[in-house]
């Protein structure tokens, strides 16, 4: 896990943050082993900012993969990641580990199912 961290700091350093200047940068890790990166895109109409997980994920998908195996996200105090991107998270890669580092290397460890207990799933939608 220690490469997938490492991406998801070297994705902060492409960060669009002119608003907030709150660098995120994130990397999954896909179930064939390749590391996937993204980062946060601001826009000045906030809400259509997109944040570095759904980034990273959008991309692994658009690039063919569909099994994920973890994700790392890297801010500058350890944020964790917000309610829309836990659903995403939840959606696109069911019960994965998701380490969450900040710019000093303290890194937590959590699950995507201790981000979002009762996930709302396809399995509600039956």
Not at 36 to 57: K, P, W
Not at 60 to 69: L, M, V, Y
Not at 90 to 102: K, M, Q, R, S, Y
């Amino acid at each position: 896990m220690k490469e997938l961290i490492k991406h998801a700091q070297e994705m902060r350093t492409f960060s669009h943050a002119p608003y907030s200047s709150y660098t995120v940068g994130a990397a999954v890790l896909t179930e064939d082993g390749s590391i996937i990166g993204g980062c946060n895109v601001e826009s000045s109409s906030y809400s259509l900012t997109c944040c570095a997980e759904r980034v990273a994920l959008f991309r692994a998908i658009s690039e063919g993969h569909s099994s994920f195996k973890g994700l790392a996200v890297a801010t500058e105090n350890g944020g964790s990641l917000c309610g829309a991107c836990r659903q995403v998270v939840w959606d696109l890669c069911g019960d994965i580990p998701i380490f969450i580092a900040d710019k000093n290397g303290k890194i937590d460890k959590t699950t995507s199912a201790e981000l979002l207990p009762e996930a709302f799933d396809k399995s509600k939608l039956k």
